[in-house]
C-alpha cells in the first residue's frame, strides 16, 4: 500500500516539476527597428530623425561618421553632421537579449535649397530674371516642341525695367517682388489696356483692368511668403517646389506659375527646380519649370504649357546687364539692292539657323529672266522660323518708295514654294513680328527664274520700319526644307 501511495506521489511530483519549467520559458519577444530620416530644410548640415521601432526598451544609434554610438530614446530628434558627404546611419533597437538592427543612407550635402534661395543675410538674397533668356515656352509633353518666348520686350524702357526687377528670397520665408519703379504687365489689351508710359505701369498707381479686376498688387508686393516642397508636377526632371503665397506674388510673366489664365493678381503661384548652382564668383543660377497660363498662340486652361525660367543672382553690380540707350533713327529714303555681283546695302543675318545661306554664289540656273553670274543661295532647313534679314540705320519713308521686286529660282524638290518679304520695327525687340507687316506669295513656279514684287504701298504712311525679313518656304506648322536661289532684291 506504501508502495502505490508512493509511485503516485512520485507521477504528481514529476509533473509539477514539468509544467514549472514550461513556465519558466517565456514567449520571445518581437523587436523592431524602424526608424525614417529627412533632410533638415534649412540646415543642410541636419536630419530630422523618427524612431518608429516597436517593442524596444532602449536603442542603440550609429550616425556613421564616426561619432559616438548614440542612446536616444525619443521619438523624434536631430543630428546634425559636421561635413557633407553621404553617410549610413544605423539603429540598433534593444529588449532585454533581444536585438534588431535596421539602416538608412543619408546625403548631406551642406546646403539647402531655401539656404541657397535666402542666403545669410535678414534682408534676403536678390535675385533677377537672367535677361538674355528671360522666359521660353514648351511642350510640356515634349521639351524639345518650342512653342513661344517672352526673350525680349516691346521697348528698350520695358527691357530696362525688366533687368532691374527683384525676386527677393529671406530666411525667415518671406518673399518680396520689387520692380524698382515700374510694373511690366501683360499685354493683352482686351484684359488690361496699353500701358500708360512705356516702361510700363508706375507702381505709385493704383489701377483696374478694362474688364474690371482690381490689379494694384501688381506692383511692388511685400507680407508674401515662400515654401520649399517636394515637385509634383515637373517629376522626375524637378525635386523641389517653390510655392510663393500671397496675392500678386510671382516670378517672371504675371500668368506664370499657375494653371489658370491669369487676369487678376493670382493667390498663388508654384515653380519647380530643374537645377540649381553656386557660380563662385560668377552669378548664382536657378532653373525653374512652371506652367504659362494662357499666351495670344492659344494655349490655356486646356492645354498649360511648360515655361522655363532662369533667375541669377549676381556677385557684384558690374555683372548687372547694363541699360540698352536707344537712339532714334532718322526717316529716310534711300536704295536697297542686292545683286550679288557688287556690294549691296545691307548686311545679311541667318536667323533661327537656315541649313545653308551662301553669298555671292556662282548661278548654277543661268537663264530666262536672270544670266547673272552670282546669286544668293539659301536652304531653308527643317527650323520653324528660320529667315534671312537685314536692318537698315534708319527708318524707311514708305510714302516715297514702297515697292520691292525680287528674283527667285525654286527648286523642283523643295516642299513649300512660298516666298515672304516682311517688315518690322527693331524697336519692338524680340516681339518686332507682332506689329510686322508681311507679304506671303504662295504656290509659286519652281524650276526656272521668277521675278516677284512686294508691294507695300498699304503701309506707306509707316514710318516705323527699319528691318527687312526675307522668308522662303513659310514658317511654324507650315515650313518646308528645300533649294532656293535669288538675286536682284531691289526697292523700286
Known sequence: MNKKIFIVLLAVLQTTVFFSCSDDDEPTVDVKSRFSVVNDEVDGFKVNITND?????????????????????????????????????????INGNVKNVSTK????????????????????????????????????????????????????????????????????????????????RPVASILFGDAPETKGWSDDVSWESLIGKDCSTWGNNANLTFQISDASKYVPMCTNRITIGGKGGHIGPMDCGTLKVIDEPALETF???????????QPDTVILYTPWGGNENGVGTDRPALGVI????????????????????????????????????????????????????ANPVSGGINTSAKVGKYVRGTQDYANLQFELSYRMNLGTRNVFKMKVYIDSEAAVPTVSMKLQDTKQGGNAWQTQTEIKLQDLTKGQWIELTFDFSAVATN????????????????????????????LQ
Open 53 to 93: 521601432s516597436e517593442n524596444a526598451t532602449s536603442y542603440e544609434w550609429n550616425f556613421g561618421d564616426g561619432s559616438e554610438t548614440g542612446t536616444q530614446s525619443a521619438t523624434t530628434f536631430s543630428y546634425t553632421y559636421q561635413e557633407a558627404g553621404t553617410y549610413t546611419i544605423t539603429l540598433t533597437a
Open 105 to 184: 543612407e543619408v546625403v548631406i550635402s551642406g546646403m539647402t535649397l531655401k539656404q541657397f534661395l535666402a542666403g545669410t543675410e535678414a534682408t534676403g538674397k536678390v535675385w533677377h530674371l537672367e535677361f538674355d533668356l528671360l522666359i521660353n515656352m514648351f511642350n510640356p509633353d515634349n521639351t524639345s516642341e518650342w512653342w513661344y518666348g517672352w526673350n525680349s520686350l516691346p521697348t528698350a524702357d520695358q527691357r530696362n525695367t525688366v533687368r532691374h526687377h527683384e525676386y527677393i528670397f529671406k530666411p525667415d520665408g518671406s518673399f518680396e517682388f520689387k520692380t524698382n519703379g515700374f510694373t511690366v
Open 271 to 281: 515653380y519647380e527646380v530643374l537645377k540649381w548652382a553656386d557660380g563662385g564668383d
Open 310 to 361: 532662369t533667375l541669377v543672382s549676381y556677385k557684384n553690380e558690374s555683372q548687372i546687364p547694363v541699360d540698352e540707350i536707344v537712339v532714334e533713327k532718322p526717316l529716310g529714303v534711300y536704295d536697297i539692292s542686292e545683286t550679288f555681283e557688287t556690294a549691296g546695302t545691307m548686311t545679311w543675318v541667318a536667323d533661327n539657323s537656315p541649313a545653308e545661306f551662301v553669298e555671292d554664289f
Open 463 to 490: 514710318e516705323a520700319y527699319d528691318k527687312i525679313v526675307v522668308q522662303f518656304g513659310d514658317e511654324g506648322a507650315n515650313k518646308g526644307d528645300g533649294l532656293f536661289y535669288f538675286d536682284d532684291l531691289i
